[in-house]
């Protein structure tokens, strides 16, 4: 479907920041904020299109007229035993004990975490090789916790 979006009425809960919760303007969650990080994996890993995708989730917190789940996994595989996994939480009332938004990439050499004001690089006994911090704080993170595996 191209071109312009229907007109609609408006509602209070779309602007300035839900419309991407409505199949009318968005994608949800997965391709409104995960396409970022999901893209510095892919640059990570060198990889462009998957083999197979994997998706699972639902909308489980709220029963209001958001269109998209709330809560995903998603699975991309990859050749050479590469794969990316993107789970979302966004509206999950429960939420992990992770560093909001970012990416976590493991190798063969160790990991390394990455948030919007931060990294880490771990050896592969999960010793603390370094730490870098920005000294500005972005905004406050929004929930998500992100995995790449090679």
């Given at each position: 479907?191209?071109?312009?979006?229907?007109?609609?009425?408006?509602?209070?809960?779309?602007?300035?920041?839900?419309?991407?919760w409505?199949?009318?303007?968005?994608t949800?969650?997965?391709?409104?904020?995960?396409?970022?990080?999901?893209?510095?994996?892919?640059?990570?890993?060198?990889?462009?299109?998957?083999?197979?995708?994997?998706?699972?989730?639902?909308?489980?917190?709220?029963?209001?007229?958001?269109?998209?789940?709330?809560?995903?996994?998603?699975?991309?595989?990859?050749?050479?035993?590469?794969?990316?996994?993107?789970?979302?939480?966004?509206?999950?009332l429960?939420?992990?004990?992770?560093?909001?938004?970012?990416?976590?990439?493991?190798?063969?050499?160790?990991?390394?975490?990455?948030?919007?004001?931060?990294?880490?690089?771990?050896?592969?006994?999960?010793?603390?090789?370094?730490?870098?911090?920005?000294?500005?704080?972005?905004?406050?993170?929004?929930?998500?916790?992100?995995?790449?595996?090679?």
């Open positions: 479907m191209a071109g312009t979006a229907p007109r609609e009425s408006y509602r209070d809960n779309v602007h300035p920041y839900n419309w991407h409505f199949r009318t303007w968005g949800g969650e997965i391709h409104n904020n995960g396409t970022h990080e999901i893209d510095i994996c892919r640059w990570a890993l060198g990889v462009d299109l998957p083999n197979s995708v994997t998706s699972f989730g639902g909308k489980y917190t709220f029963k209001d007229d958001w269109e998209f789940v709330d809560n995903q996994q998603v699975t991309y595989k990859y050749d050479n035993d590469k794969f990316i996994t993107w789970t979302g939480h966004s509206r999950g429960i939420k992990p004990e992770q560093p909001g938004r970012g990416a976590t990439i493991y190798g063969s050499k160790g990991m390394i975490t990455m948030s919007r004001n931060e990294y880490n690089l771990y050896n592969l006994d999960g010793s603390l090789i370094k730490k870098v911090e920005e000294g500005v704080k972005a905004l406050p993170p929004i929930l998500w916790v992100w995995a790449v595996w090679m």
